[in-house]
């Protein structure tokens, strides 16, 4: 039963992974999205390279959150041609696998996606976070995996709504207000130098966090798929 | 499971709750208004408390229900437990604002600010946001099984999540500044503020009277449209 459940989620990560990789839909669109977002942010803020890398944590945050949010909506969108999700619901044994595999898509796709965002926003805020990487990275794959696990978990249900594209955002950001705190002070202070030694706390707060939701959506993600 | 039939509905006995309700927050306005002194410090703004204190507890008791409800759903699938939380849900989001803009009003003049990112404060804001959430799904969604399965969800979420928004903001927010402390209510300020928490909860039940029965009806009359739609009455 466990190795069903890990090979079922494996199969959809791959699913998933492969018509990406085939047909490039939305990966490049996604980066330049991205890339536009922190644009707008020079030109909102104004070109002072003090401020924009005082502000960094939080802007490099906004733009993933805005990415993606663009990209949990798409989660459930292959599966809407040809009854593809009534069909992965039928395979048999345990459903939660639809979730997980969902979940690492969306996870994978958002780490491959701040691979490329990173540099850029080092290169245009002018961050350096290469002096405590270490730090830096591990805080903001616990801020993606958070906003991966609420983030799939309400984009499964909001699929069949109405105005999904506005409900998605509307339930997810209030949700993930503790993400964004952990995530954007624990950046902020990985890239400008925790003297005070404060950051732990942030990566407490986010480890639990992650802990928390992950284990409430799997348990109770059956409910939202059921027929 | 559907709802067949309305309740017998009890305009008596609703009637007189309505009016012994009346009749407390009456007594408990005039008690805040006129009985006891204003506050030394704060003057008559301080009198905001009285209604500002219960409407944050009628949020709270408002999305525990909603809560409670939504668990006894999942597990029972029973309609009524539904619309009990949907009642809940409606009437915490009147008492989250309500809460919020007292809350502002007495900040201007106390604090000199409209807003402060005070964790108490923020959190409610966001509370309320989470179920404005809760609120506006169930209106995007046609289907009433869903509609409750899926906002019986978002409840559950929903108040999983308040504590931890709670904790973070306040952890965030002592970083920089602390939170402004309760402050201790005593003596005849306490008793007047007894009374508004009985009056307003006394208010509480009769609104989620209403409420239900209300929602009982719509979805009766939805019910009644859906069968027309499958052609079984014509």
């Not at chain 1, 890239?191 to 732990?200: H, K, S, T, V, Y």
């Amino acid at each position: 039963m466990k190795s069903s459940l890990a090979l079922r989620t494996w199969a959809i990560l791959w699913k998933d992974l492969l018509i990406e990789l085939r047909t490039k839909q939305s990966f490049s669109a996604m980066v330049f999205f991205a890339a536009l977002v922190l644009f707008l942010f020079g030109f909102a803020i104004g070109p002072d390279a003090a401020t924009l890398s005082r502000l960094g944590g939080g802007l490099l945050w906004i733009a993933i959150a805005f990415t993606g949010m663009l990209s949990l909506g798409r989660t459930f969108q292959s599966e809407e041609v040809a009854g593809g999700l009534d069909g992965l619901r039928m395979y048999p044994g345990e459903i939660r696998a639809i979730y997980l595999g969902k979940l690492l898509t969306n996870f994978s796709m958002l780490v491959v996606l701040e691979v490329v965002l990173v540099p850029v926003a080092a290169v245009l805020l002018q961050l350096e976070p290469w002096d405590r990487f270490p730090l830096f990275v591990g805080i903001t794959l616990l801020g993606t995996f958070g906003f991966s696990v609420v983030g799939t978990f309400y984009a499964s249900l909001t699929q069949h709504l109405r105005a999904r594209e506005l409900m998605l955002p509307l339930l997810l950001f209030p949700a993930l207000v503790p993400v964004f705190l952990g995530a954007v002070n624990g950046t902020t202070l990985a890239l400008a130098g925790d003297p005070l030694d404060r950051i732990g706390g942030w990566i407490r707060l986010l480890i639990a966090f992650d802990i928390i939701f992950f284990v409430v959506c799997v348990w109770i993600f059956p409910l939202v798929l059921e027929e | 499971m559907t709802i067949t039939d309305l309740p017998q509905s009890n305009p008596g006995r609703a009637r007189l709750l309505g009016a012994a309700t009346l009749l407390l927050v009456a007594a408990g306005s005039a008690a805040g208004l006129f009985m006891v002194p204003a506050d030394a410090l704060q003057g008559e703004v301080q009198r905001l408390l009285y209604v500002h204190v219960p409407a944050a507890w009628l949020a709270m008791l408002s999305f525990f229900v909603v809560f409670v409800m939504s668990v006894l759903y999942l597990i029972q699938r029973d309609p009524r437990w539904d619309l009990l939380a949907v009642s809940a849900a409606e009437i915490g989001v009147v008492f989250t604002s309500l809460a919020l803009v007292l809350g502002s009003l007495w900040g201007k003049p106390t604090w000199g600010v409209w807003w402060t990112w005070d964790p108490r404060l923020t959190t409610t804001a966001i509370m309320l946001m989470i179920y404005v959430g809760y609120l506006v799904v169930r209106s995007f969604a046609e289907d009433p099984e869903k509609r409750a399965r899926w906002s019986a969800i978002i409840g559950i979420v929903g108040f999983v999540d308040v504590p931890i928004v709670y904790l973070s903001v306040l952890w965030w927010r002592t970083l920089h500044q602390p939170p402004s402390s309760p402050r201790s209510v005593a003596g005849e300020f306490l008793y007047v503020l007894l009374l508004n928490l009985a009056a307003f909860t006394l208010l509480y039940v009769y609104l989620m009277v209403r409420r239900y029965r209300l929602a009982v009806a719509a979805r009766h009359v939805e019910e009644l449209r859906l069968t027309r739609d499958d052609g079984r009455i014509t």
